[in-house]
């Protein structure tokens, strides 16, 4: 199964209310997979975010932020490969509000992406999560 390596996430600071959120990660592949991947077996990547909760308010929030749901791309050749991904998203700073202020005093927002990588038909794929990351409020 194709694996998700040195995942990482960045957002920018705001600027006139819009932050960049970049997601940068490797997608590696085995010989098997990059062979299968150039004669018909797709990948599909997709990333979301979520705000990090860590159980004191519930579950992690589904921000319903969409980065990228797109096929991956593999290199012509053999043997196995590492692909580089980078995908960028300009979205307004209200839009990764996932703690809500107290009293007037902002609370900070602590901000996750999933991304998974799925074989397209067959049963497995892999998702791994980036570090999360906490904006000042």
């Known amino acids: 199964m194709a694996e998700i390596r040195n995942q990482k996430l960045s957002i ?3 600027d006139n209310g819009m932050v960049t959120v970049t997601v940068r990660y490797d997608a590696s592949f085995s010989a098997a997979e990059h062979f ?3 004669h018909g ?3 599909r990547e997709n990333i979301k975010l979520f705000g990090e909760d860590a159980g004191l308010r519930g579950d992690d929030d589904d921000l319903h932020i969409t980065l990228s749901n797109q096929l991956i791309a593999l290199p012509a050749g053999e043997g196995p490969v590492s692909v580089a991904r980078s995908v960028s998203k300009k979205v307004a700073r209200s839009e990764l509000q ?3 202020s ?3 005093v902002k609370d900070a927002d602590e901000i996750y992406a999933r991304i998974t990588v799925t074989p397209l038909g067959l049963p497995v794929g892999d998702n791994e999560r980036t570090l999360t990351v906490v904006i000042p409020g």
Do not use: K, Q, R, S
Request: hydrophobic content about 45%; charged content about 15%.
């Open 98 to 100: 996932e703690d809500p």
């Open 41 to 43: 077996l797709g990948f």
């Open 12 to 14: 920018t600071p705001p």
């Open 36 to 38: 299968l991947g150039l």
């Open 102 to 104: 107290f009293l007037f």
